[in-house]
Structures are given as structure tokens and as C-alpha cells.
């Protein structure tokens, strides 16, 4: 109980000062806003900068949005490791039947059997992590020796 008399006794002594500068700080502020001058308008070419800046960040912003919103058509595909909770060094066959599990009447879609053909090294599985299943099996200059052909693509 003496730590709340001690507090309570230094804010009757402190609060009339503390109220005066604080009530002097809002009046100062107050008068320094009101007599600021106008902002000025931007010039035209500002204006279209900034124009410009906003429509390229809502765009992007867009295409950020994940596959599952179903509003950006250009989401990269689920990673298939992921999807079934397996390692990298799952076994192509098991990795597949999860795969298929997940997918409506238990069969694999067409793109996931061309997939499951390119599947045969760890640095395949590797390079399908680093650029996805487009890349992969659409890339017609792609060599999984040359991993650096794959970036022009």
C-alpha cells in the first residue's frame, strides 16, 4: 500500500504541470496546422507517375493472389509434395498413388502421368521444386544436365 501513496502523492504534485505543457503542446500544434499554406497540386507528370505506380502494384498485388481463390488464372499449380505430405525422396510409385487419392474418381489427370514419366532422378524433382511442372515438361531446349537452360524458359 505505501507504493500507491507514493505514486499518488507524486501525481498531485506532477499533474498540474504535466496538464499545463500538454495543453500548451495541442494549442501550438493546432495553430501550427491551421496556418500552414495550401499543399500545392502535383504536376501533371507526378500524377501520371503515381497513377502508373498504383495500377502496376494492384496488378501485381493480383497476381500474387493463391490458385485457391480461383481469381488469378495465372497461379502457378499445388506443389504435388505438399499436396500429399511427402518427402523428396518418396518413392515415385507411392508418391503417385497419394497423388491419385487426392484427385476426384482416384485417377491421375493427364498432366500428373507426364510428370510422373520425367520423375526419374532426384535433381528432376529438384528442378520441378525450383520451376514447377510447367516448366518441366513444356521447356523443348530444357536438359536436366544443363540446369541453367531452364531459366530461359
Request: some cysteine.
Amino acid at each position: 500500500m505505501g507504493n500507491y501513496d507514493t505514486y499518488k502523492t507524486l501525481l498531485i504534485f506532477f499533474s498540474p504541470l504535466l496538464f499545463r505543457q500538454a495543453r500548451s503542446l495541442y494549442y501550438s500544434l493546432r495553430s501550427a496546422l491551421t496556418q500552414r499554406p495550401q499543399p500545392r497540386p502535383l504536376p501533371p507528370s507526378a500524377a501520371l507517375a503515381l497513377n502508373i505506380l498504383f495500377v502496376t502494384t494492384s496488378l501485381f498485388l493480383f497476381l500474387s493472389l493463391p490458385a485457391w481463390t480461383g481469381l488469378n488464372p495465372h497461379a502457378p499449380s499445388p506443389n504435388i509434395f505438399t499436396q500429399t505430405n511427402s518427402r523428396l525422396n518418396t518413392p515415385t510409385e507411392i508418391l503417385f498413388k497419394r497423388l491419385a487419392r487426392l484427385r476426384p474418381n482416384n485417377t491421375l489427370t493427364p498432366l500428373d502421368t507426364l510428370l510422373k514419366a520425367k520423375f526419374t532422378s532426384p535433381s528432376l524433382r529438384k528442378l520441378y521444386l525450383r520451376y514447377g511442372p510447367e516448366t518441366l515438361l513444356n521447356c523443348p531446349f530444357c536438359t536436366p544436365d544443363h540446369e541453367t537452360s531452364y531459366l530461359g524458359y
